[in-house]
């Protein structure tokens, strides 16, 4: 990292720099986030790589970059000549990784020509990602994959696409000739912690339609996600002395145990893919008197989702008529939905994208769809429809993340082709 960085003592110009260097400087930010925190964003630490973002972009020369009071970045690349008044298209990232792991003193190493085997990430601490656990692995062979030291994820979600999105800013400026129409960037915080676009003012994003650069292999085109929800159950006991205890007693962690045994037992992350949907019992803590359990809900499926929802509904009313009424309380709150039903009137978003890959020799994949949310979902309800693109990026959150260099040299030269292909759309 220090040598990409830096040549004969000095700081490299981040204006020269490909996707991948871009990367390895600013996963040296750590700006993760809390879901703990009620501050905005919710940790300070992310408004330091959000300035360091603004200063870049101004360097580059976009001189509308700015940073507002919630640490949202926002800057115009501008369309180039003849197509000023092509309707602009918003390219979207986040700037905060997970809470699953660590994302401070991250220690990138790069494995030149991987060549198909387990990789060792921590010789000291005995840590590998091995094929058997990541067969996509073997698709890189050749290639030159970014890992981390196994202490820490790697970041690649999502700075893996700001890092693209200014790389094709730079490309876009550095070649007038190739035509593209007014691009707003837009880097986000807490986007890890479901509140990505809670601040988001779309007035200063200037955009009726966008993609959020946020996903994962090559090829990786999703305009659908789960619809989700999370459940809080409190349960209320009754305590007393333990040999004195028959007919009194109302231990609230084994009615825990009851609530939770009336789920679907295989319809959990551990047993299910692709459209499947779960309840994910997330957290849980008792005692005799008062328990609780914390749980997520998805699924793609709107009427399976509301009927996931139902069930839980049922087992509380079920617990309260046999053991008094007040014994069990749930609170509902949905979070987010499929935002398919939100692009579907905009499929040419869909179909422009694959149009793109496709001319750059990927062939778009998107099945199956993203088993989780994006700031792309929330984006597509609030009247910014987001289709979520590929990074290059694979298993964010973890020791285990990677990248491919090459991988991300694509996704640039896609993000350029798209905006070709906008440019030819305001045209005709």
Do not use: W
């Amino acid at each position: 990292m220090v040598e990409l960085l830096f040549q004969n003592g000095q700081r490299k110009d981040l204006s020269t720099m490909r996707a991948y260097e871009r990367f390895l400087h600013y996963v040296s930010y750590d700006t993760q986030s809390d879901s703990a925190s009620q501050s905005v964003p919710s940790t300070s630490k992310q408004k330091i790589l959000g300035a360091e973002l603004v200063q870049e972009l101004q360097t580059l020369g976009l001189s509308d970059a700015r940073m507002d009071d919630s640490g949202y970045v926002y800057a115009t690349l501008p369309a180039s000549a003849g197509y000023e008044q092509v309707d602009p298209v918003a390219l979207i990232a986040h700037m905060d990784t997970a809470m699953d792991m660590s994302g401070a003193d991250i220690k990138p190493r790069i494995v030149k020509n991987y060549d198909g085997g387990d990789i060792l990430l921590n010789q000291k601490l005995g840590i590998t990602t091995r094929v058997s656990d990541f067969p996509e692995l073997k698709r890189y062979v050749g290639e030159d994959l970014i890992v981390t030291d196994g202490t820490t994820l790697l970041g690649a979600d999502d700075k893996a696409g700001i890092a693209e999105i200014i790389t094709m800013a730079e490309e876009l400026l550095a070649h007038p000739e190739k035509p593209h129409p007014p691009v707003k960037l837009v880097f986000t915080t807490d986007e890890e912690i479901g509140r990505g676009v809670d601040h988001l003012d779309l007035e200063q994003v200037g955009a009726r339609r966008g993609y959020t650069v946020d996903g994962g292999a090559v090829g990786d085109l999703k305009y659908e996600n789960f619809n989700a929800a999370s459940a809080q159950v409190t349960i209320h006991g009754i305590t007393a002395h333990t040999g004195y205890a028959k007919g009194i007693l109302r231990n609230a962690t084994l009615l825990a145990m009851e609530f939770h045994a009336m789920l679907p037992i295989f319809e959990n992350p551990a047993c299910t893919e692709n459209r499947e949907g779960f309840y994910h019992l997330d957290r849980l803590e008792g005692r005799t008197e008062l328990a609780e359990l914390h749980y997520i809900i998805r699924d793609h499926d709107m009427g399976i989702f509301q009927r996931r929802k139902q069930l839980m509904e049922q087992a509380a009313a079920y617990l309260n008529e046999k053991y008094g009424n007040g014994t069990v309380e749930l609170k509902i709150e949905d979070s987010y939905y499929n935002m398919y039903e939100q692009i579907r009137p905009h499929y040419n978003l869909v179909e422009y994208a694959a149009q793109a890959m496709r001319i750059c020799g990927v062939e778009p994949v998107s099945e199956p769809p993203i088993r989780g949310g994006t700031d792309g979902s929330r984006l597509s309800y609030m009247g910014l429809p987001s289709p979520n693109l590929c990074t290059g990026g694979h298993n964010g959150h973890g020791r285990h993340e990677f990248v491919s260099i090459q991988s991300m040299d694509k996704v640039v030269e896609i993000l350029v082709a798209l905006m070709g292909i906008y440019a030819n759309e305001g045209s005709n």
